[in-house]
Nanobody, 127 residues
């Protein structure tokens, strides 16, 4: 059974940095595309970033492009989201997700494309 567990959330001030981690277990991590989504109160869950199974290709939402960086260490079964220059509008529950894709370079941005989800970690950015 695949399990994903996020960690690293917290309360920070605007302009600060924070790194989220996502631990993956139950299957071979390198077989899964990795993604990060977030959901603010009263809003839909939205795409943040995705990283391919191999090759390190990545995709970002416009709102975080240039500030956030997604990475993965397949040997450690872990995915990361480095968040810099945080803004109050980045406040949300952040979820990591895994997708089974035959294409090793796939970068799905749609919530429905992902098969497994973590429980989420809260990030709060104060102004």
């Amino acid at each position: 059974q695949v399990q994903l567990v996020e960690s690293g959330g917290g309360v920070v001030q605007a302009g600060d940095s924070l790194t989220l981690s996502c631990g993956f277990s139950g299957r071979t991590f390198s077989n899964y595309v990795g993604g990060w989504f977030r959901q603010a109160p009263g809003k839909e869950r939205e795409f943040v970033a995705a990283i391919s199974r191999i090759g390190g290709r990545s995709s970002y939402a416009n709102s975080v492009n240039g500030r956030f960086a997604i990475s993965r260490d397949n040997a450690k079964n872990t995915m990361y989201l480095q968040m810099n220059s945080l803004k109050p509008e980045d406040t949300a529950v952040y979820y990591c997700a895994g997708a089974v894709k035959a294409d090793p370079f796939a970068l799905p941005t749609i919530r429905g494309a992902y098969d497994y989800w973590g429980q989420g970690t809260q990030v709060t950015v104060s102004s």
